[in-house]
Nanobody, 124 residues
Framework: QVQLVESGGGLVQAGGSLRLSCARS????????MAWFRQAPGKEREFVAA????????SYADSVKGRFTISRDNAKNTVYLQMNSLEPEDTAVYYC?????????????????WGQGTQVTVSS
């Protein structure tokens, strides 16, 4: 059974950095595209970044381009989100998703494989 566990969230001042991790249990990690989403209070969950199964292709929401970097280590079954130059608007619960459909620059999440989320709070 696939499980996703996010970590690395916390409280940081504006302009600071955090690195989120999402560890995936189960087999065939290197066959799945992965993505990060976030949900701020009172808002819908939104796409942040996606990465192909081999790490060769990535996509980002316009709001995080140039500040966030998604990467993966298939040997460790882990995907990362490096977040730099954080802004208060980045405050949200961040979720990873596995096994969605990643076509062109669009990622359509799998409804079955979500982590529990990790809170990121950016103070001004």
């Amino acid at each position: 059974q696939v499980q996703l566990v996010e970590s690395g969230g916390g409280l940081v001042q504006a302009g600071g950095s955090l690195r989120l991790s999402c560890a995936r249990s189960g087999r065939y990690f290197n066959r799945y595209a992965m993505a990060w989403f976030r949900q701020a209070p009172g808002k819908e969950r939104e796409f942040v970044a996606a990465i192909s199964s081999d790490g060769g292709r990535t996509s980002y929401a316009d709001s995080v381009k140039g500040r966030f970097t998604i990467s993966r280590d298939n040997a460790k079954n882990t995907v990362y989100l490096q977040m730099n130059s954080l802004e208060p608007e980045d405050t949200a619960v961040y979720y990873c998703n596995a096994g969605g459909t990643y076509y062109s620059s669009s990622y359509y999440p799998s409804p079955d494989y979500w982590g529990q989320g990790t809170q990121v709070t950016v103070s001004s």
